[in-house]
């Protein structure tokens, strides 16, 4: 996915969201008040419903935690003395940024999410917030993360977000970095934008792999299926991102997709369906049985051939009892057996 292109896009439309919802008013709305200063003059039930606030409010970054907060309190005023000290470090000069990342976990109710919406909150420019709508956007987009929200992730969010404030001018800081994501993950508008982008990167994909066949459908090697396995096998250890094919160039993957397509006969390896076209070539849909995202490889035995309904229901079904190896697939979907020969 070109990840680069769908940000242009989505960013303009983030923008026109932005201006008119209230993350832009909540971006200053702890000014002053998250300093050493003002929390050191804080007495201790003063200090104690502040956090109890922040907590229950989420920062007025995520959906607060209404259904802890009074758990809080409470663990908040048996705790208060190492809990202050713990929010005050992130001030001092020595602060050990992957030491207090690591102890977030031994505070009650007060998780990674708000924790890292807090040192935010301390100074925009250098904290990303992380939780579980960072990681889910970030994946959508196209990076290569996983959803735990542990100090590696940690990292890799911030130096991606760095990244952003550095590429886009509207995105200035890692307040808003953030407000992105919540742009993508939880308003219509951003969801539109990630399954259109999803769906436009298959369509592209489906039309580069037509061509390819319309290219090698006549080549005499094919048409022998012992010589086009070996093909396949052979392009799979390629490291190369495209291919030449008659002085043009297409992506390697959609090669390999064309090759398998045609070694699978273009037939749904699920129900045997074929779709004859007009101008007498077939439709068929390539489908990874372990998404790419998930570390799934573009291989013979990781790729199901499937028409548009086999692989919906693929996509959305309910799967049960899954075997799959070198030889076989097999799966129940929503209580039907189903078994393609790899
Ligand atoms: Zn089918």
Redesign the pocket.
């Known amino acids: 996915m070109d990840i680069n292109a769908f940000l242009s896009k989505a960013i303009i439309e983030f923008e026109k969201w932005y201006e008119n919802d209230e993350h832009r008013n909540n971006i200053n709305a702890y000014d002053g008040k998250i300093t050493k200063e003002y929390i050191e003059s804080l007495t201790n039930n003063e200090f104690v419903d502040f956090f109890y606030e922040f907590v229950s409010e989420g920062g007025k970054i995520q959906s607060g935690g209404y259904r802890t907060k009074n758990l809080f309190r409470e663990y908040l005023e048996s705790n208060l003395e190492s809990f202050k000290n713990f929010i005050l470090e992130p001030f001092s000069n020595n602060f050990n940024f992957d030491n207090w990342f690591n102890r977030i976990n031994e505070f009650n109710y007060f998780g990674i999410g708000i924790a890292t919406i807090y040192l935010n909150r301390i100074n925009k420019d250098i904290y990303s917030v992380l939780n579980n709508k960072t990681l889910k956007a970030l994946r959508e987009i196209g990076y290569n993360i996983s959803l735990t929200k542990n100090l590696k992730n940690y990292k890799e969010v911030n130096e991606i977000q760095i990244k952003f404030t550095k590429t886009y001018s509207f995105i200035d800081d890692l307040y808003k970095a953030d407000a992105l994501n919540h742009f993508l993950i939880g308003t219509d508008k951003g969801k539109q934008l990630l399954r259109d982008n999803i769906y436009k990167e298959f369509i592209d994909d489906n039309f580069e792999q037509d061509e390819i066949i319309e290219e090698i459908v006549e080549d005499k090697e094919l048409q022998d299926q012992t010589k086009l396995k070996k093909l396949i096998t052979d392009n799979q250890k390629s490291k190369k991102e495209t291919i030449e094919i008659n002085l043009k160039t297409y992506k390697r993957h959609n090669y390999l997709m064309a090759l398998i397509k045609k070694y699978r006969k273009y037939t ?1 390896q ?4 074929t779709i004859l076209k007009e101008n007498g070539e077939y439709y068929i849909e390539a489908c990874h049985i372990k998404a790419k995202s998930d570390g799934g490889k573009d291989s013979l035995d990781n790729i199901l051939i ?2 548009p ?2 692989h919906k229901l693929f996509d959305y079904g309910k799967k049960e009892k899954i075997k799959h190896t070198k030889e076989i697939y097999s799966v129940r979907i929503n209580g039907k057996d189903y078994k393609a020969e790899m």
């Open positions: 749904c699920f129900c045997s369906t499937l028409c309904n086999c």
